[in-house]
Structure formats: structure tokens, C-alpha cells
Nanobody, 126 residues
Framework: QVRLVESGGGSVQAGGSLRLSCAAAGSRYDYYCMAWFRQAPGKQREGVASIANRPRIPSYADSVKGRFTISLDTAKNTLYLEMNSLKPDDTATYYC???????????????????WGQGTQVTVSS
């Protein structure tokens, strides 16, 4: 079992920055991957970025490349998403997800046995 708790959301103006955190607790695994998804009102949940503990190679959606950075601190069991140059289109509820076992950084589509956090709201005003 894995418990995920997101934090760091908020409201910013376009061009601003936010850093999201996702603290993981529970069972420990040798190979796992984690991801950030987001869902705006009336839209489907979409993958934003993902990373695995091995190999620790980040993967990004085209819409956030060059603006967002995903990182994983295995000592703190915490996943981060640094978001810069935010746009109004980035407004959404952001969710942290984890998959175990997992041997690739490309998280792909959600699966039934993935673990999810409760979400944190990000609002970007123009």
C-alpha cells in the first residue's frame, strides 16, 4: 500500500511559478515510477510528467516541456513538480500517482492498480 499526499498548489498570475510536492508513505519498493497528472473542469485527466526511481529519466507532455521540471527525492520519498512560466491553460487540479512495480519512466495511461493522491488546485490568472 502507498499513500500519497500532494501540497503546494495555489493561485498565481501568468508567468509565475509554483512547486508541487507529493509525499509518499507506506510500503517500500525497489522499482517504482511516479507521475503528475492534471484535470481541468470538463476535460479528461492528462499526464503532465513522470519519472522512475530507476532509471531516473524524466518524461514530459509536450505542453509543459521547457517549463515544468519533475524530480524525485528518494531519501525523502517525495516527488516534486517545479512549474515555471505558468499559463492560464495550466489551471487544473494536479494529482500525484504512483505505480509499483515499474521499470520505466514513461507512466502512460492510468491503470486500475495505480495509487493516487487527493489532488491540489493550481489556478493561473491572466
Amino acid at each position: 500500500q502507498v499513500r500519497l499526499v500532494e501540497s503546494g498548489g495555489g493561485s498565481v498570475q501568468a508567468g509565475g511559478s509554483l512547486r508541487l510536492s507529493c509525499a509518499a508513505a507506506g510500503s517500500r519498493y525497489d522499482y517504482y515510477c511516479m507521475a503528475w497528472f492534471r484535470q481541468a473542469p470538463g476535460k479528461q485527466r492528462e499526464g503532465v510528467a513522470s519519472i522512475a526511481n530507476r532509471p531516473r529519466i524524466p518524461s514530459y507532455a509536450d505542453s509543459v516541456k521547457g517549463r515544468f521540471t519533475i524530480s524525485l527525492d528518494t531519501a525523502k520519498n517525495t516527488l516534486y513538480l517545479e512549474m515555471n512560466s505558468l499559463k492560464p491553460d495550466d489551471t487544473a487540479t494536479y494529482y500525484c500517482a504512483a505505480r509499483v512495480p515499474c521499470y520505466t519512466s514513461r507512466f502512460g495511461s492510468p491503470r486500475d492498480d495505480d495509487y493516487w493522491g487527493q489532488g491540489t488546485q493550481v489556478t493561473v490568472s491572466s
